[in-house]
Structures are given as C-alpha cells and as structure tokens.
C-alpha cells in the first residue's frame, strides 16, 4: 500500500511523495499510480495550479501566486490525500498508453553495443533480444524536451554510463545506464551506452509518465525505410490488453 507525504517546496509548490513498503526497489506500478494522482489532483485543484510535474515517486504541485484558494488548498489537499489512499491507492487505475518503437541494434549506429555485449558475456543479438522483451514504463520526462526514463532493463543489460560523456549523442540514439533505458530525441551530450537506433522522430510531447513503451527490433532495410518514411510506423498500440 502506498502512502502519501506532502511538504512545501518554495513559496507556492507543493511537493507529494508515493511512499512504498519497499524504498530500496521501486514498485513498477509506481507510474500510472502518478499519473493518476496527477489528474486527481489536477481536478481538484482547477485553475489554482500552473503545473504539475510527475516524476518517479513524486508529484510537484506548482500554484497560481496569491490565488484567492491559497493556503487553504493545502487542507483540501491534505484531506483529499488521506481520501485517495482510501479509495485508489491499492488499484492500479489510471494505465497510460502503450508505445511502440522500432529500433536497430546494430553497431552501424550504436557505438557501444559490442562492448555492452562483450562486459555481460552476451552476443549482441541476445542484448537486443533481452532489451525488446520487455514493456518499459515511464517513469519520468526531462533533460531534454521528450527524454523519457524508462525502467528497468534486465539486470544482464545493467551497465553504468561513461565516466566521460559524449559531446554529441545522435538523435534516436537507444541507450541504457545502469538499470535504465531511454532514447534520445534529439542531438544532445550523453554519458549513456548507445546500444541501437530509432528511425522515427519523438516529438517533445511523444510520452508522459505513466505509459509504457516497447521496442521492436528491425532489420536494416526496415530502418533505412522508415526513416525515409516515418508515417508508415504506428506509434501507439491499439490493442493494449491493459488500457
């Protein structure tokens, strides 16, 4: 059961926190429990708050300075954290979507597969196999505009990032730290370990925590195509099972 914890953080912010049993791992329905805790309080809150970012474990509360409804939302939100942990806190409500994302593992275009290979004692074709097996949800959104965090590859994949980053990442750069993954949607510096490439462009606005992504391994000849032709890729699943 999660339990929520609330503290200011500035002048008109509120900071909530999902606490779990568990604060070593953290639990995989940790982001459609945010994002549900987000559009509750989104509803509740109306045209008092400016911004609400979801993050992990937490949910920033950003407020309309000197709004007639501050500081009294701060009990209305007490009360209405103590009223969701009754009501919603155990289900998971609120799934987001499922997105899909072809990626070709290949050293043409990803400069550290081998050597992520080589330091778990995998071939490459194994790495991209452990690394599309799974549904990765999305835990957080930031560095860049459209940067997902996505969690948590297999612990075979785990692999710190460099100790020396990259000037430049490619844009559709698929790379894993540590635990995570993610995909670059643009140009950027980046310490990760770039293991494979997306052909279509992610726009900054692509994803939100609380939906799932899956990466679908294609061939050459596929990749060279849709990034020629990116329209013909579906992003989103239509026949999620758990929408």
């Known amino acids: 059961m999660h339990t929520i914890t609330m503290r200011l953080s500035g002048e008109f912010a509120l900071l909530l926190e999902l606490k ?9 329905t940790m982001p459609a429990q945010i994002r549900q805790l987000a559009a509750w309080c989104g509803e509740l809150c109306g045209d008092a708050v400016q911004e609400i970012v979801p993050s992990y474990h937490t949910l920033l509360l950003s407020f ?22 009754t009501e919603f806190g155990q289900p998971l409500c609120l799934p987001g979507q499922l997105l899909q994302l072809p990626v070709w593992y290949n050293s043409n275009v990803a400069p550290d597969l081998a050597s992520v290979a080589h330091q778990h004692g995998l071939s490459t074709q194994q790495v991209a196999a452990l690394h599309s097996a799974i549904d ?33 990442v490619p844009a559709g750069s698929v790379a894993i730290a540590d635990r995570q993954t993610a995909v670059y949607p643009t140009a950027t510096p980046g310490g990760w370990n770039i293991i494979g490439q997306c052909p279509i462009p992610l726009s900054p606005d692509w994803c939100q925590v609380g939906d799932r992504v899956r990466f679908v391994a294609v061939d050459e000849a596929r990749f060279y195509e849709l990034r020629q032709h990116p329209s013909q890729w579906q992003l989103e699943v239509t026949n999620d099972p758990a929408a």
Request: proline share 12%.
């Open 136 to 168: 990765y949800p999305v835990y957080a959104v930031g560095f860049t505009p459209g940067f997902a965090y996505l969690g948590f590859v297999d612990q075979q994949l785990a692999t710190p990032r460099h100790a020396t980053p990259r000037v430049s």
């Open 64 to 85: 309309t300075p000197y709004h007639p409804r501050w500081p009294a939302i701060i009990d209305e939100l007490e009360n209405a954290c103590k009223q969701w942990q």
């Open 20 to 28: 779990q049993p568990n604060e070593q791992t953290l639990d995989a």
